[in-house]
């Protein structure tokens, strides 16, 4: 189905996976539907590989995690963030490298210190890659990190090619 496109998240400076300025990252755009599912686009490239032509696991499965984890921001006024407490993956078609994927993420469970989400990479053709179920803990960004992040660290990055809307497969 196709959803509109409610919000765009924020990308970060060197994030392996959204950093705008990591040479080795995915670059991915977040945003917000509709449907109260985040779905990441992404491309990824040689850099992402490990058989020739195929992206890594471990890159799929920091792609999967990111979507889902920032999927309790959709919604919210305020900022939320998710730590990673358990993450299971399941692999059943490989990646194809320089075509774009779609990396869709919901919460299936809130409460108010932990959540629950489920997450896909879907290929081209519509077909699911990769599935993952994770469990987050709520956590405040300054027990997070020990870091300031400020507006140059943390931002929203409109571009041209954001899309107005989305199309999301069924699950199967």
């Known amino acids: 189905m196709i959803y509109p496109v409610l919000k765009k998240q924020?990308?970060?400076k060197m994030c392996f996976v959204c950093g705008l300025q990591n040479d080795f990252g995915l670059h991915a755009s977040f945003y917000e539907t509709g449907a109260n599912e985040l779905?990441?686009?992404i491309k990824p490239s040689e850099m992402h590989q490990s058989y020739p032509g195929r992206m890594h696991g471990g890159v799929a499965a920091a792609i999967l995690d990111e979507t889902i984890g920032r999927a309790i921001a959709n919604?919210?006024?305020?900022q939320v963030w998710g730590v990673t407490l358990e993450l299971t993956t399941k692999f059943r078609k490989p990646i194809p490298l320089n075509q774009e994927l779609k990396?869709?993420?919901r919460v299936v469970q809130e409460g108010p210190r932990f959540f629950e989400g489920t997450g896909e990479i879907v290929l081209e053709n519509g077909e699911i890659a990769v599935s993952a179920a994770g469990k987050y803990m709520k956590v405040p960004f300054d027990k997070i990190s020990d870091a300031i992040m400020d507006e140059s660290d943390w931002f929203y990055n409109e571009n041209s090619d954001d899309p107005a809307e989305v199309e999301i497969p069924e699950k199967k």
């Open 10 to 12: 924020n990308n970060s």
């Open 39 to 41: 779905v990441a686009l």
């Open 75 to 78: 919604g919210k006024s305020d």
């Open 103 to 105: 990396i869709v993420g």
